[in-house]
């Protein structure tokens, strides 16, 4: 899907991002290596991660320890994981 | 009142506006917003057919109808609020759109403009800018609005300003200019367009500054290096492997101190009752709640190594540096954590497999662990290689390390191909969090839990089975001895099943009953192995110099005189014929009866046709008997 996504894209951000994410790091990271601004970088890993093309770390978590805490003491930065509710 | 929108290209706008839908990313404002230009003339409705709630109100200043949507960063619908965001836009055609923009995070918010601006005509309120300007990254308005070509105003929701704007903004409502043809892509495609149109809109109006670097980010440079990761990765994998030995083992061997003292003490309790009696509650159940007993503290220590790992951030990086390695096999890099743990224990490796994101690929890892020959086995390459290649013992227990990473790799390349043939092939992508400090909290609550499944649903499986080994020892299957008194091995039901199952390893070189017992014993504990070979000929030292001899004699005689090749061929087959009791319990509580005992049997069958050809061809050529 990636490739086929790299062959056809007119724009070229998201190539640009899903590459990156395959060598590893974080949005931040990523925005620095591509040069795209920190919030569209945010947005275009989430339209990825929704289509499933990539996984958010926190998202897989099997073995995170915050699922075992209570709701109220759940870090805020937890808000958006689903496995976390 | 109504008002007349202007089109500007790309479609055609209602000649009328009677509503203004109020649209935006989350905690931008927009719900203060909707108050200030509503006041008290709103209700609170749920959308049709869902629980999600829409406020209704009228614009204060326009008299139109206004509704405030739920935040949303995308029109491509993941929760049921975001579905009602565009079901509601799909269904108001003769509504505009007030797309409420964060200054302060642009690019987000430009982007759900763009998925909306593509339909209807839309207006932009602007808030946050007190945040952007802070940051020094407020973006020029007037050429902002230039660019996009629709109407863009400065609010600010709490204090009221630029109220009076957004009326005559809404009023002006157009669709956005330049935007790319979207209409029958599928939605990914569709993205990429309209975030080119972003970075396109970002790059005219005021090119962004590189984001600058984080501490996780400087610390991920060399982390992800292979250069340096590689080896740092190796070496939080040789710690993992520590503590599976020589960290848990130390902890195991006082439980299993205190659980014989206490058997100990429960036999004098019970002298006086019958033999049978004592021998079942003692020896098979509180041995076996031993056995559980013994196992937990390994468990408890894995689990927290885990969860430190996976918490701060580390697991993920390790699943991106091993991730080429174990793609071969059909597996993602995280894969590797639960395989290296198994060359400590094979218990917690299948424990471990929860870390991995699919069923699938947890089952398949889970089916290689057993074949990572656990520090268990240990013991019975030290005897054999001992007793048979004293001069090249290190070379023989090596080389059963070795195959077992052929076994593991073989297995899962021969696996992939067949009941897993639609396991992954393509890269991990996964976006790595920043690192952070591990809630310890949660990590004790979670590591409790954990533990408590272990010892109930597994521990239960491993006590009944214990049971029934000590009944079929407890059990006479020929001499003169009764139920419960002190059956010899041999003349038990046990010794005669391993009697009944030892001429099978003949083509093996070992056909003897006392080899096929120590067999059936290691199938309860691996490291138990050799105890059973010492209580089958009597020995109280169990070296190489001791047992040795005797097991030297045996297996020149059933081997035809190739000793060495049918020593070679038993360690293949404890290396490779199945998981130990615990290990078969947590595959059964974690992947079900019937792939466990798939299985068990895929490796006693791959066991035994690797003994049988190590025995052949070592028999064959010189130096191996």
Known sequence: MTADLARTRPSGVVARVVDEVGRGGTPAAIAARTGLPADLVEGVLAELVAAGVVEAACSSGATCSVAALPRAERPITCAGCPLAH | ?625
């Open chain 2, 1 to 625: 009142m109504t008002v007349a929108c202007h089109a500007t290209g790309g479609g055609t706008p209602p000649a009328e506006v009677t509503a203004v839908l109020l649209v935006g990313n989350p905690n931008v404002g927009k719900s203060t917003l909707f108050n200030t230009l509503t006041g008290a003339r709103q209700s609170v409705m749920n959308a049709p057919g869902t629980t999600v709630e829409l406020h209704h109100g009228t614009w204060r200043a326009t008299g139109l109808a206004l509704v405030d949507l739920p935040g949303t960063y995308s029109l491509v619908p993941r929760t049921p609020d975001e579905e009602v965001v565009r079901d509601t836009l799909e269904g108001r055609p003769d509504a505009v759109a007030l797309v409420v923009v964060d200054a302060s995070a642009l690019s987000r918010s430009l982007y759900l403009l763009a998925q909306v601006g593509t339909r209807r005509p839309v207006a932009a309120a602007v808030t946050m800018l007190d945040v952007a300007r802070a940051r020094g990254t407020a973006p020029d308005l007037a050429r902002l609005e230039e660019i996009l070509g629709v109407p863009v105003v400065a609010v600010d929701p709490r204090a009221g300003s630029g109220l009076a704007d957004l009326a005559d903004a809404v009023g002006r409502a157009r669709l956005l200019r330049g935007l790319p043809e979207t209409a029958g892509l599928p939605p990914l495609e569709a993205a990429d367009l309209l975030f080119g149109w972003v970075d396109g809109v970002l790059a005219r109006l005021d090119p962004p500054a590189p984001a600058p670097q984080t501490r996780s980010d400087r610390v991920d440079r060399a982390l992800l290096n292979p250069w340096f990761g590689g080896p740092v990765f190796l070496l939080a994998i040789w710690g993992l492997f520590e503590l599976t030995t020589a960290v848990a083992a130390p902890v195991m061997d006082l439980v299993d101190g205190w659980v014989s003292a206490l058997a100990d003490a429960a036999r004098a309790g019970m002298a006086g009752a019958p033999g049978w009696l004592s021998g079942m509650l003692v020896d098979g159940v509180l041995v076996g709640v031993g056995t559980v007993a013994t196992f937990l503290p390994l468990l408890a220590i894995i689990y927290v190594a885990l969860a430190l790992l996976e918490d701060s951030g580390y697991l993920a990086r390790a699943a991106v540096l091993a991730d080429r390695f174990m793609r071969v096999i059909g597996l993602d890099g995280r894969a590797m954590l639960p395989l290296v743990i198994g060359f400590g224990c094979n218990v917690p490796a299948v424990a471990a497999t929860q870390t991995l994101p699919s069923a699938r690929q947890r089952l398949l890892t889970g089916l290689l662990v057993p074949w990572t020959t656990c520090a268990a086995r240990l013991p019975v390459y030290v005897l054999l290689a001992g007793a048979f290649f004293p001069e090249h013992a290190g070379t023989a227990i090596f080389g059963m390390y070795l195959l077992s990473l052929v076994l593991v790799v073989g297995g899962g390349l021969v696996l992939r191909r067949t009941v897993f043939r639609e396991v992954r092939r393509e890269p991990l992508l996964i976006v790595l969090p920043a690192y952070q400090r591990p809630h310890l909290r949660g990590i004790a609550r979670s590591v409790w839990a954990r533990v408590q499944g272990f010892a109930i649903k597994a521990g239960g499986i491993i006590v009944v089975t214990l049971v029934l080994v000590w009944l079929l020892m407890a059990v006479p299957a020929r001499g003169t001895a009764a139920v419960g008194d002190d059956v010899p091995v041999e003349d038990s039901l046990y010794g005669a099943v391993a009697a009944s199952i030892a001429p099978a390893f003949a083509p093996a070189g070992f056909d003897d009953w006392r080899f096929s017992a120590s067999l059936v014993t290691g199938f309860v504990a691996k490291e138990v192995a050799v105890g059973a070979l010492a209580q089958s000929y009597a020995v109280a030292d169990e070296s190489a110099d001791g047992l040795g001899e005797h097991l030297r004699t045996t297996l020149d005689a059933t081997s035809g005189g190739h000793g060495a090749a049918a020593a070679l061929a038993y360690m293949v087959f404890v290396l490779g014929y199945a998981p130990c009791l615990a290990t078969a319990s947590e595959l059964w509580r974690r992947f079900g009866g019937s792939w466990t005992l798939r299985m068990v049997a895929l490796q006693l069958s791959v066991a035994w046709l690797a003994a049988v050809a190590v025995f052949q061809v070592g028999s064959r050529i010189g130096g191996l008997g």
